[in-house]
């Protein structure tokens, strides 16, 4: 991956709810936070605190460990907005 760390955890947030077929509101509901904040981690838009990071991979029924494999630490250059459409 090239994305910076913080645009990794979103898409791995994404990832494994893809793939344990959890809607949104699932994981919303599970980690106490709102449908439009899982959403909008997912989508690059915000960072979430570290107690929201964890109440969500809890609800993932994810290790902490296995969350983090695989992302990788790219040095901080700074926050670039990013259109829409530039979204996967």
């Known amino acids: 991956m090239n994305d910076h760390v913080l645009l990794q ?11 344990n077929s959890r809607p949104i509101q699932d994981v919303a509901d599970r980690a106490g936070v709102s449908k439009g904040l899982i959403s909008k981690i997912e989508n690059g838009r915000t960072v979430p605190s570290l107690p929201v990071l964890l109440g969500i991979i809890k609800a993932l029924d994810t290790e902490i460990p296995v969350f983090f494999d695989g992302i990788e ?3 901080y250059d700074g926050y670039r907005h990013k259109e829409a459409h530039e979204y996967e």
Not at 9 to 19: F, L, M, N, Q, S
Request: aromatic share 8%.
């Open 9 to 19: 955890i979103g898409k791995k947030i994404r990832t494994i709810r893809h793939a």
């Open 73 to 75: 630490y790219i040095r």
